[in-house]
């Protein structure tokens, strides 16, 4: 097979980019809106699950300026977000790519061997397809924890209109802290994934953004763990053999 | 395939560019325009979604704020009616209606009454419980009989110039009242008296407390925080 092969169709790399501009607005939105009532508590409650009740998040990592402010982005740009990931999902499914993401029997082995591998507990990069284990729970927790944030934001947005929505979150406090923690997860499954893309595979960058991967520096090729043979050199592709003559 | 990678890298750039453009100015102008257009088109699904069968419920168990429902007033000392100085107080219902109304208190507290436990949603983010009595704003417009002209209703009060101005279905969906009541007690001042506009269908900033004057309309007409930035349907 050929060394240079396309690795991401373009609605995948489309997709990719128009979710970090919605997410990042919306992250930054949404914890603007929370600094309004940095609490879960309602008055004269209390809510013992957060070690933090009525501490603001820090304003560098805000975005919006101030409550209506933030609002504004927050509603608007909740469309593109929704938009761009049912054209990723319906993409994944119509395409066939659920299955390089979606979990199967065998995954919680695999990621056990890869988590070993980068402990050094395990000497060679264990055999991949698409993605490692470890990458491909992280990229099907993204979706999932997309769509709890999606379903939990209409029940806060709306819990009177879509109360039926906001009673699969018990009621409108817990459909926040759900919201919250969600994205919360959400960001920490990105800023890992960003680490790991340029600790491990920088070659990927390429891949998300022409589509083209070079196979021969994938990290199972280079038994690349974070930071370990980052710029390794290409493994020469396997030689083809000569015909047998006849 | 040279094509597809600089378009790619184009609309990356682009993007990218956008979201640190918009990071450095939250606000610029083609972003108003941006944000202004999408609160419209978000009014339109939300007044599209919205039916009056559609209700806030509490259980009956849930305990209600009581003493901690926040106090929220723009004035700087709590408003209070001054009997002394302008005389008895009372409620005036005007604008697009066949019979204008001005009910005392006692005459408010005449008409059907609704007891409801519900949720206050404050726009910060909170939401607080109480048991509310009162007037249904759909009962003040059949007494009132209010004209086809009335699409939109104003609710002013005497705390300083605080109002805000509701789309008619929200203001007749059956859990929006002229609140009197709070907790089984005739309100306090901290929370509105003599009388206030009480909704589990609109965000706290749209229920006017201090409440003088309901007016209908046939156009809406702002509010005290929706002419500062907060959207003008703040719908729940």
Known sequence: MAPIVKRNHWVVRLTHWVNVVAIVIMAGSGMRIFNAHPAFARP???FPLNPWEGRPIPEWLTFGGWLAGARHWHFAMMWLLVANGLLYLGFLFFHGEWRD???RRGDARDAWEMLKFYLFVRKDH?????HNALQKSAYFAMP???????LSGLAIWKPVTFSFITRLFVNYKWARFVHFVAMALLLLLALVHVFMVFAVDPYSLRAIVTGWYDRTRSPEARNARPFYHLFGPAREPPASRELPPV | MNVDRRRFLTISAASLGGALLAACNADPKSARKLLSLAEHGNQRVEEGLFRHTAMNHVPSSAPVAGASFPKYMISKTTPIWDTAA????????????RRPLSLTLDDLMKLPRITQKVDHFCVEG?????TWSGVRVSDLARVAQATDDAQYVDFTSFDEDYHESWDMASAMHPQTLVAYG???YLLTPAHGAPARLHSPVKLGYKNTKYLTRVVFMPKQNGGYWSDQGYEWYGGT
């Open chain 1, 44 to 46: 004269g409650e209390r």
């Open chain 1, 101 to 103: 993401i979606v979990p």
């Open chain 1, 126 to 130: 264990p055999a991949q397809a698409k």
């Open chain 1, 144 to 150: 999932v924890l997309a769509i709890i944030i999606v």
């Open chain 2, 86 to 97: 302008r005389g008895v107080w009372r409620l005036e219902v005007a604008g697009a209606v």
């Open chain 2, 126 to 130: 909170w939401n607080a419980r109480a």
């Open chain 2, 182 to 184: 709070m907790d089984g």
